[in-house]
Structures are given as structure tokens and as C-alpha cells.
């Protein structure tokens, strides 16, 4: 059965950097894109980045310029850099398997993905 682990969580200053790592187990990564997601309470989960197999990163405005979204296919990991970070970054993070080897026009669609994590929580004081 595939498994993912996220951690680097954890209590950070406003503009401050934290790196977030995701290790799978039950599959390879190789062959799909993978997605990072974030939920903060009270709000539905919202796609912070995904990356295809061959590296391209996709990110939504909020994250961009601030956040890095990297692989290691031989480790089966993927991270997520984030730095200047801000309070509105605060949330659960979780990743997940794409289905496809691309990020589609439709990248942040949740039923894009399977494998979810349990999550890592970033909190980003003011």
C-alpha cells in the first residue's frame, strides 16, 4: 500500500524559512507528478505546488517567488522550500501522488492525486 510522510513542520517567525520533506514507501515516484497541498482551519485544502517528472514546478500565485518545490526520484522524496514566510501561511501541509507523469491545467484539483500524507503543520507567527 502506498504511504507518504511529511515532516519539517514546525513554529516559525514571520519571514522566516522552513524546508518540508515528503517521503513515499509502496510506490515509485519516478512516473508521476507530485503535489503539495495546504489546509488552514476553516478553510477547504488549496494546491501549493505540484512537479512533473522532469522537474517543472507549477505553483499558484500566493507561493510564488517564496516557495521551491524540488524532487529526489532516487530517494523517492520531494520537498518544499518556503521562505519569507508569511501568517497566512500557516496550515497543515500534506502531499500526495499525482496520477500522471504531468501537472495538468488542473493541477490543484484534489482527485488528481492519491497517496495523501497525514500532514505536517506550519505555523508562522506575526
Known amino acids: 500500500q502506498s504511504q507518504a510522510v511529511e515532516s519539517g513542520g514546525g513554529l516559525v517567525e514571520a519571514g522566516g524559512s522552513l524546508r518540508l520533506s515528503c517521503s513515499y514507501s509502496?510506490?515509485?515516484?519516478?512516473?508521476?507528478?507530485m503535489g503539495w497541498f495546504r489546509q488552514a482551519p476553516g478553510k477547504e485544502r488549496e494546491g501549493v505546488s505540484c512537479?512533473?517528472?522532469?522537474?517543472?514546478?507549477y505553483y499558484p500565485d500566493s507561493v510564488t517567488g517564496r516557495f521551491t518545490v524540488s524532487r529526489d526520484d532516487a530517494k523517492n522524496t520531494q520537498y518544499l522550500q518556503m521562505n519569507s514566510l508569511k501568517p497566512e501561511d500557516t496550515a497543515m501541509y500534506y502531499c500526495?501522488?499525482?496520477?500522471?507523469?504531468?501537472?495538468?491545467?488542473?493541477?490543484?484539483?484534489?482527485?488528481?492525486?492519491?497517496?495523501w500524507g497525514q500532514g505536517t503543520q506550519v505555523t508562522v507567527s506575526s
Open positions: 512537479i512533473n517528472t522532469v522537474g517543472k514546478p
Open positions: 509502496g510506490l515509485t515516484i519516478e512516473n508521476y507528478a
Open positions: 500526495a501522488t499525482g496520477q500522471v507523469a504531468a501537472c495538468t491545467q488542473s493541477w490543484a484539483n484534489l482527485a488528481r492525486y492519491n497517496a
